[in-house]
């Protein structure tokens, strides 16, 4: 049964680091990993999708790694805002159209 | 990009009554949609996969019959919670695949039972 770890669960920062969150799985024969962003009381804005043979994406101030092998993906924030903070969740896909497993996220802050 | 709405956004209901909530994808046709459910502080777990026209698949210690899925259209989903008791109050959330494969989440429903 895959399982998905976010380590820390929380993490406060002050504005303009440079910021890593980590994610790891269990199971290394995935299909994709997407990572996400959640506001309180919200739902999910998908932030970047790495399919399984990619090692990495870029999207403005982030960038997602993909290391299927170790099972481990991180999201590399970097000059970190105060708008940044929100509730940052990693889930792996195992099939096209198929189910996410998600982690319990990891919750920043990026104080000002 | 593709938006997915919620309806409704929040909604409170007296323990016993059925509650509806209904999850459209608004500018692409999804074959397939998920119903995830929330608690507070907790991951998001999979309740059910909706393929249009079929029966939908339920995960593991989720009871089909106390919610009840319908995916009648390409664009429409929704989760009626039968019966529903306080330990039913959550986060629920559905998603929808396009073409690409790439899923979009609903904006998500707080249910309150009392």
């Known amino acids: 049964k895959q399982e998905v770890t976010q380590i820390p669960a929380a993490l406060s920062v002050p504005e303009g680091e440079n910021l890593v969150l980590n994610c790891s799985f269990t199971?290394?024969?995935?299909?994709?990993l997407q990572w996400f962003r959640q506001d309180p009381g919200k739902g999910l804005t998908s932030l970047l999708l790495?399919?399984?043979?990619?090692r990495e994406q870029t999207s403005g101030r982030l960038n997602a790694s993909l290391d299927k092998s170790s099972g481990r993906s991180t999201l590399y924030i970097a000059a970190s805002q105060p708008g940044d903070s929100a509730t940052y969740l990693c889930?792996?896909?195992?099939?096209?159209?198929?189910?996410?497993?998600f982690g319990k996220g990891i919750t920043l802050s990026v104080r000002p | 990009g593709a938006v997915v709405s919620q309806h409704p956004s929040r909604v409170i209901c007296k323990s016993g009554t059925s509650v509806k909530i209904e999850c459209r994808s608004l500018?692409?046709?999804?074959?397939?949609m998920f119903w995830y459910r929330q608690f507070p502080k907790q991951s998001l777990m999979l309740m059910a996969t909706?393929?249009?026209?079929?029966?939908?698949?339920?995960e593991q210690g989720v009871e089909k019959d106390k919610f009840l899925i319908n995916h009648a259209s390409l664009t429409l989903s929704t989760l009626t919670v039968t019966s529903a008791h306080p330990e039913d109050s959550s986060f629920y959330i559905c998603?929808?695949?396009?073409?690409?494969?790439?899923?979009?989440f609903g904006p998500g429903t707080r249910l309150l039972v009392l």
């Open positions: 998603s929808a695949t396009d073409r690409a494969e790439t899923q979009y």
């Open positions: 199971d290394s024969a995935i299909y994709n």
């Open positions: 790495i399919q399984s043979s990619q």
């Open positions: 889930a792996v896909g195992v099939g096209a159209n198929s189910k996410l497993t």
């Open positions: 500018d692409f046709q999804a074959t397939t």
């Open positions: 909706s393929n249009e026209g079929s029966k939908a698949t339920y």
